[in-house]
């Protein structure tokens, strides 16, 4: 699977797996088996709130956007990401929030 994110500022975390053609987002899964190549599915249509657009099967790969919660205080990494090429196990989503700071020392 291509993973497109994005972001956007929710106190929510998203956990996301995958198994074979099943993401599972927060618990919930979604088979996307379904989806044939050059014909777009709406993801209004799967009924879960972490897939956004369209989802496509391009030369037997599948192409989805996530939404990508984060926290205010949010790293880079997390609201300019990359896409993941994912295929088996847990996805490795950027952090939902920046490390807390060290204190300075005066």
Do not use: F
């Not at 198994?19 to 879960?48: F, H, K, W, Y």
């Not at 984060?70 to 990359?82: C, F, N, R, S």
């Amino acid at each position: 699977m291509i993973l497109t994110l994005s972001p956007c500022r929710l106190d929510a975390a998203l956990t996301a797996e995958i198994d074979g053609e099943t993401i599972t987002l927060n618990g919930q899964a979604v088979d996307l088996s379904g989806v044939v190549e050059g014909m777009p599915v709406r993801a209004e249509t799967l009924g879960c709130i972490w897939i956004t657009g369209q989802i496509e099967r391009r030369d037997g790969t599948l192409h989805l956007t996530l939404i990508l919660p984060h926290a205010a205080e949010a790293p880079l990494e997390t609201l300019w990401p990359d896409q993941i090429a994912a295929s088996e196990g847990l996805v490795p989503l950027p952090p939902h929030a920046a490390l807390p700071r060290e204190p300075e020392l005066a």
